[in-house]
């Protein structure tokens, strides 16, 4: 049973960062694409960002584009995502999730999120 676990959240500042961590366990993380995605209040489920395994390509919506970054570390099972420049519109639960291909399959597994408050 492959499990994923979100840390790094908290509150920060507008213009802040925060480095969020996905560790992923019960499977090979080099067998997986892996997703960042939030959810805010009343909002529908936006994925900010993916990274593939098979071409090592990125892929970021255009709400975050220059600002987060995804990475990943398959010898630690863990991918991080790095926000800087935080806005109080990226106040969210952001959740990690497995897929094949970012732009070719469903996610399958997701992990319990982690929440990230921008705010002064």
């Known amino acids: 049973q492959v499990q994923l676990v979100e840390s790094g959240g908290g509150l920060v500042q507008p213009g802040g960062s925060l480095r969020l961590s996905c560790l992923v366990s019960?499977?090979?993380?080099?067998?997986?694409?892996i997703g960042w995605f939030r959810q805010a209040p009343g909002k529908e489920r936006e994925r900010v960002a993916c990274?593939?395994?098979?071409?090592?390509?990125?892929y970021y919506a255009t709400s975050v584009k220059g600002r987060f970054t995804i990475s990943r570390d398959n010898a630690k099972n863990t991918v991080y995502l790095q926000m800087n420049s935080l806005k109080p519109e990226d106040t969210a639960v952001y959740y990690c999730a497995t897929t094949r291909l970012c732009l070719a399959n469903p996610f399958d597994y997701w992990g319990q999120g982690t929440q990230v408050t921008v705010s002064s």
């Open positions: 019960g499977g090979s993380l080099d067998t997986y694409a």
């Open positions: 990274a593939n395994s098979v071409d090592s390509n990125t």
